[in-house]
């Protein structure tokens, strides 16, 4: 578009294309680029394109205004594929958030990837260097996931991770829970519902690939070591975040132990868990604490099934990582006034009122 007016322009005697490169100290080919809105041009230098053309008046007044305008700040959320209920509504609040986000001066994006696969999830962070200003992922902890990090910050496209971190690398900022005092809650409530008596309690993890699952169990573990000697952990099992295989495990538990407790479910797959329970006629004398306030566990928490979950608002964490955003492309630091995020401790008694 911008060449047919710099044709016409050199017709008339009008300002060229090449005027405003020489007058902003870049090449034609940089000028094009920038008013014709393609990548690849530092924001400084767009800027100085821009008041160069302005001082040309090579463009109209209304049409510079909105090229000088802050583009959104593109941001792609990568979160896991599966039958996690919390993260499924995750990424559709993401999608739906189009007005609430560009107040920050943020355009988002969500996709979906194949959980569990560090490769993939690498591979998935470096294809988006060249068409997002910066990556909101659920982390996993391994060294090819650390690297796609560092190599992203090298080419100045921060990482935020959502609710797993990983550590030892350039990510911008973490936006998750407190995830070994969520695993000291959840020991508490077991341990209080369960009576502080001699007890069996188990343990379902989505993946200890995820840095928050690995610290959950270390805080549950520790809690009940310290303050409830008596009840025995019977070990940890890995159910992948899928409601079919937590439902296998708990059945196999609920046969080999006929006087279990108490269930802590780290991850996702709480359907499975119910379900199981619920067969057994176990939902009433088994405690079951779970993560993540969803139209499912909000179902399974008013019924009984489920006594208490450990969340953390779904809302609030993508607003904050928007906010992450937003600070550093505004030269801030990234978690300026952003407050870290709380545990959201919820029973039937307390349920919130569900969101649109």
């Known amino acids: 578009m911008q060449d047919d007016v710099g044709t016409a322009g050199?017709?008339?005697?009008?300002?060229?294309?090449?005027?405003?490169?020489?007058?902003?100290?870049?090449?034609?080919?940089?000028?094009?680029?920038?008013?014709?809105?393609?990548?690849?041009?530092?924001?400084?230098?767009?800027?100085?394109?821009?008041?160069?053309?302005?001082?040309?008046?090579?463009?109209?007044?209304?049409?510079?205004?909105?090229?000088?305008?802050?583009?959104?700040?593109?941001?792609?959320?990568?979160?896991?594929?599966?039958?996690?209920?919390?993260?499924?509504?995750?990424?559709?609040?993401?999608?739906?958030?189009?007005?609430?986000?560009?107040?920050?001066?943020?355009?988002?994006?969500?996709?979906?990837?194949?959980?569990?696969?560090?490769?993939?999830?690498?591979?998935?962070?470096?294809?988006?260097?060249?068409?997002?200003?910066?990556?909101?992922?659920?982390?996993?902890?391994?060294?090819?996931?650390?690297?796609?990090?560092?190599?992203?910050?090298?080419?100045?496209?921060?990482?935020?991770?959502?609710?797993?971190d990983v550590q030892n690398c350039r990510r911008a900022a973490c936006i998750g829970l407190d995830n070994r005092a969520a695993g000291r809650t959840a020991g508490h409530l077991i341990a209080r519902f369960a009576g502080r008596r001699p007890a069996k309690v188990a343990m379902i993890a989505g993946s200890l690939s995820y840095r928050a699952h690995e610290e959950r169990e270390l805080g549950f573990l520790a809690y009940l070591a310290e303050a409830a000697p008596d009840v025995l952990v019977l070990g940890l099992r890995e159910a992948h975040d899928d409601e079919g295989e937590s439902y296998r495990q708990t059945r196999t538990l609920l046969a080999h132990h006929p006087d279990l407790a108490g269930i802590y479910n780290i991850g996702g797959g709480a359907g499975g868990v119910a379900r199981a329970l619920r067969e057994a006629r176990r939902e009433r004398d088994v405690v079951f604490v779970g993560h993540g306030l969803t139209a499912e566990t909000r179902a399974m928490l008013i019924d009984g099934t489920l006594d208490a979950v450990l969340n953390q608002d779904a809302r609030s964490a993508m607003l904050a990582a928007a906010a992450v955003f937003a600070n550093l492309r505004a030269g801030r630091e990234a978690m300026h006034g952003i407050d870290a995020p709380r545990i959201d401790v919820i029973f039937r008694e307390n349920l919130p009122q569900p969101t649109p």
């Open 10 to 164: 050199e017709a008339r005697g009008l300002p060229r294309i090449a005027d405003i490169a020489r007058l902003s100290g870049v090449s034609t080919a940089t000028v094009d680029r920038v008013l014709n809105h393609r990548p690849g041009v530092r924001a400084a230098t767009v800027q100085r394109v821009l008041k160069a053309a302005a001082e040309l008046d090579y463009l109209p007044e209304a049409d510079l205004r909105a090229a000088m305008a802050p583009k959104p700040t593109r941001v792609a959320f990568l979160l896991p594929a599966g039958t996690n209920r919390y993260l499924t509504g995750l990424g559709q609040l993401v999608r739906a958030s189009e007005a609430a986000l560009a107040p920050l001066g943020i355009k988002a994006q969500v996709e979906f990837i194949k959980s569990f696969n560090p490769e993939l999830l690498a591979r998935s962070l470096l294809q988006h260097w060249r068409k997002a200003d910066g990556v909101a992922f659920m982390a996993l902890e391994h060294p090819a996931v650390r690297e796609a990090v560092n190599e992203l910050a090298e080419r100045n496209v921060p990482t935020v991770t959502l609710i797993s």
